[in-house]
T-cell receptor, first 110, second 113 residues
Framework: NAGVTQTPKFRVLKTGQSMTLLCAQDMNHEYMYWYRQDPGMGLRLIHY???????AKGEVPDGYNVSRLKKQNFLLGLESAAPSQTSVYFCASSLYNEQFFGPGTRLTVL | GENVEQHPSTLSVQEGDSAVIKCTYS??????FPWYKQELGKRPQLIIDIRSNVGEKKDQRIAVTLNKTAKHFSLHITETQPEDSAVYFC????????????FGTGTRLKVLA
């Protein structure tokens, strides 16, 4: 099993560009989450999903959209990137309590 | 809103000494408290967790204690080793519905050889 994977690992964008981050899990987990990690601020929840076809807002959803068309995939989109979205993005999935994290995507917005 | 405070933000200990990291949560409905370890450039990984119906849990050199009345929980690492150096995050969750975590801001632990 690959667990939780994220694509891409690194990305540099210019202000105003758009991109999609892909998270995939092969553990048949119902719950999936997108976090951003900034120095000194821990992990903050952007959006999450409790099952295929569902999404909900977390603590810091502004500027991001998500979709969960398939149970194993959770996509995070930035429609118009801003320098404030420079961060490390982690995806996680869970069946119940324990969340399993992907390796992260380092995004820089210039 | 829901909040988890974590202290200290940095902690340096001598190899072999003990380390204690403390967290306080705000939502009294929280009933699951995991601790994650994140090494530099790596993903967070669960090291120990505790549920609200338990006061203490141990796993070799690691232990977690919970005081539900005070809404405090703590991570204790004994006989620290250089490989314990990492950032540690606490979190609080409600085990129903969304299973969302609220994370603390992290503690950078340095174990000095």
């Amino acid at each position: 099993n690959a667990g939780v994977t994220q694509t891409p690992k690194f990305r540099v964008l210019k202000t105003g560009q758009s991109m999609t981050l892909l998270c995939a899990q092969d553990m048949n987990h119902e719950y999936m989450y997108w976090y951003r990690q900034d120095p000194g601020m821990g992990l903050r929840l952007i959006h999450y999903s409790v099952g295929e076809g569902t999404t909900a807002k977390g603590e810091v959803p502004d500027g991001y959209n998500v979709s969960r068309l398939k149970k194993q995939n959770f996509l995070l989109g930035l429609e118009s990137a801003a320098p404030s979205q420079t961060s490390v993005y982690f995806c996680a999935s869970s069946l119940y309590n324990e969340q399993f994290f992907g390796p992260g995507t380092r995004l820089t917005v210039l | 809103g829901e909040n988890v405070e974590q202290h200290p933000s940095t902690l340096s200990v001598q190899e072999g000494d003990s380390a204690v990291i403390k967290c306080t949560y705000s939502d009294s409905a929280s009933n699951y408290f995991p601790w994650y370890k994140q090494e530099l450039g790596k993903r967070p990984q669960l090291i120990i967790d505790i549920r609200s119906n338990v006061g203490e849990k141990k796993d070799q050199r690691i232990a977690v204690t919970l005081n539900k009345t005070a809404k405090h929980f703590s991570l204790h690492i004994t006989e620290t080793q250089p490989e314990d150096s990492a950032v540690y995050f606490c979190a609080a969750s409600i085990t129903s519905g969304t299973y969302k975590y609220i994370f603390g801001t992290g503690t950078r632990l340095k174990v000095l050889a």
